[in-house]
């Protein structure tokens, strides 16, 4: 049984930083892309970074790109979302998910395979 576990969400004032773990168990990891999604009250669940089996290629919405950095370590099964400078608008849950796929290949929730039940990250102002 696939699980993705997510850990690192809290409460943070702007300009701060945290860091997102996502440690996967029940699938070979290193035959999945992975990837960062957030959902914020009443928006889409949209994409926030993605890396693909070996750490050599990422993808990151532009939203985020400068401030977000995505990594993996293989011989652990973890992926990971580096957060700096963080914004109010960065206020969400974060998922972390898997695609059976080495290439990034979808940038989307549908293309994804697996996911976790998510972390809180709330950005006070």
């Known amino acids: 049984q696939v699980q993705l576990v997510e850990s690192g969400g809290g409460l943070v004032q702007a300009g701060g930083s945290l860091r997102l773990v996502c440690a996967a168990t029940?699938?070979?990891?290193?035959?999945?892309?992975m990837a960062w999604f957030r959902q914020a009250p009443g928006n889409y669940r949209e994409m926030v970074a993605a890396?693909?089996?070996?750490?050599?290629?990422?993808f990151y919405a532009r939203f985020v790109k400068g401030r977000f950095t995505i990594s993996r370590d293989n011989a652990k099964n973890t992926v990971y979302l580096q957060m700096n400078s963080l914004k109010p608008d960065d206020t969400a849950v974060y998922y972390c998910?898997?695609?059976?796929?080495?290439?990034?290949?979808?940038?989307?929730?549908?293309?994804?395979?697996?996911w976790g039940k998510g972390t809180q990250v709330t950005v006070s102002s």
């Open positions: 029940g699938l070979t990891f290193r035959d999945y892309t």
């Open positions: 890396i693909n089996w070996n750490g050599g290629d990422t």
């Open positions: 998910a898997a695609d059976l796929a080495r290439a990034i290949v979808a940038v989307h929730d549908a293309g994804y395979d697996y």
